[in-house]
């Protein structure tokens, strides 16, 4: 198969997690018999200071001419004072916009040897296992109007949540197809009580739920469910939300697994899927090398499977970070007090190898 892949490694320790991500993906293009295509463009602050542009109409044609996009993560201070449509961030929404990829996964999962990382006790978070589904390209984030005045004390802003029927309908059946292949189970998240938004939201979900029959539908306010997931985070399996409340919980997973580090997302509905890290750029130890790219992995683990369909090959390279971290191999943010910590370098090489290792075992079992 050819995988045409356009990357962007952005901002940051951007450059540095999406390096190991393609050593990973190059092993596995290499160990299946895939003709992986590769090509490199600018996003963000990196495409600021380049071109003037976070999203130049070069790096725009060539994501669209790609079947998939793995992007490193955008965010520069200095470009903080820069009007908005001039921000690193402006290129990652312009970008989800053109790509139309409306559907956001981000999976969270619980490694037992990472049961330290956690700020809760072992009991409370083993066996969790949650795919948060969150609506993408509407909400608070590209709702009109919006506006700023900041007028010496006498300011004001706005910004609207807008959804239309079609665009809960769309996400929600992600959401269920989804959940047909694991638990069976979907939980909406909205806050229905105060928001006509959310009111909108419940009904459609519901209609939407109809269809399902074979998959259990609930419905929990935000603000509660944020509450259920520090106490109880084993229970939930599919978490469909809209785009905001899905960006907060997504983060209050990472923490609840041990770190953001871990936490990979895919971005589909559209022509060409984008596939990211949830962290941030982290602009602190940019350059240091000890940086963690098993998000920036993992996501290579989710475009294999949902753009490429390749489900063994996505289970190679899970594979290959469960026994990395069963290796004991951990970066800075991973590592307990007194346990050794690796490179972003060193733990993206042992999972290549491992892949590598895995690939050559199954073309001898094949032949």
């Given at each position: 198969m050819q995988l045409r892949v356009t990357s962007l490694p952005g901002d940051g320790i951007g450059p540095e997690v999406i390096s190991q991500a393609i050593c990973v993906l190059e092993e596995v293009a290499s160990g299946f018999g895939h003709d992986l295509e590769l090509d490199e463009k600018e996003i963000g602050g990196a495409a600021?200071?380049?071109?003037?542009?976070?999203?130049?109409e070069a790096t725009t044609q060539a994501c669209?001419?790609?079947?998939?996009?793995?992007?490193?993560?955008?965010?520069?201070?200095?470009?903080?004072?820069?009007?908005?449509?001039?921000?690193?961030?402006?290129?990652?929404?312009?970008?989800?916009?053109?790509?139309r990829a409306f559907a956001n996964?981000?999976?969270a999962v619980f490694y037992p040897m990472l049961a330290g990382c956690s700020p809760l006790r072992e009991e409370i978070i083993r066996g969790t296992d949650i795919l948060i589904?969150?609506?993408?390209?509407?909400?608070?984030y590209f709702g009109e109007p919006r506006s700023l005045e900041i007028d010496h004390g006498d300011g004001h802003a706005v910004n609207t949540m807008r959804y239309t029927e079609p665009e809960i309908e769309r996400v929600a059946r992600v959401a269920f197809e989804l959940a047909r292949s694991r638990r069976k189970r979907v939980l909406s998240i909205d806050?229905?009580?105060?928001?006509?938004?959310?009111?909108?939201?419940?009904?459609?979900?519901?209609?939407?739920g109809r269809d399902f029959s074979d998959v259990l539908l609930s419905h929990m306010y935000v603000?509660?469910?944020?509450?259920?997931?520090?106490?109880?985070?084993?229970?939930?399996?599919?978490?469909?939300?809209?785009?905001?409340?899905?960006?907060?919980?997504?983060?209050?997973?990472?923490?609840?697994?041990?770190?953001?580090?871990?936490?990979?997302?895919?971005s589909i509905?559209?022509?060409?899927?984008?596939?990211?890290p949830v962290h941030g750029s982290a602009p602190d130890i940019a350059g240091q090398g000890i940086a963690n790219p098993l998000g920036a992995i993992l996501s290579v683990a989710l475009m294999l499977r949902h753009t490429?369909?390749?489900?063994?090959?996505?289970?190679?390279?899970?594979?290959?970070?469960?026994?990395?971290?069963?290796?004991?191999?951990?970066?800075?943010?991973?590592?307990?007090?007194?346990?050794?910590?690796?490179?972003?370098?060193?733990?993206?090489?042992?999972?290549?190898?491992?892949?590598?290792?895995?690939?050559?075992?199954?073309?001898?079992?094949?032949?």
């Open positions: 600021l200071a380049k071109f003037g542009n976070p999203l130049p669209l001419a790609s079947q998939a996009v793995l992007l490193g993560a955008v965010g520069n201070p200095a470009f903080d004072h820069n009007p908005r449509e001039l921000r690193p961030e402006a290129g990652l929404l312009r970008l989800r916009q053109e790509l996964l981000r999976p589904v969150r609506e993408l390209l509407g909400g608070l806050k229905s009580n105060v928001l006509e938004c959310s009111r909108l939201w419940r009904e459609v979900v519901t209609r939407v603000d509660s469910a944020a509450m259920s997931l520090v106490l109880k985070p084993a229970e939930f399996d599919v978490i469909l939300t809209e785009n905001m409340f899905g960006d907060i919980l997504s983060d209050e997973a990472g923490g609840i697994v041990g770190s953001l580090g871990l936490l990979a997302s895919a509905g559209g022509p060409v899927g984008l596939y990211e490429f369909n390749l489900a063994k090959e996505a289970e190679c390279v899970e594979a290959g970070v469960t026994s990395t971290l069963m290796g004991g191999f951990r970066t800075r943010d991973l590592a307990r007090p007194g346990e050794r910590t690796v490179s972003t370098e060193q733990m993206g090489a042992q999972i290549a190898e491992f892949v590598s290792l895995a690939a050559r075992a199954n073309d001898r079992a094949a032949s």
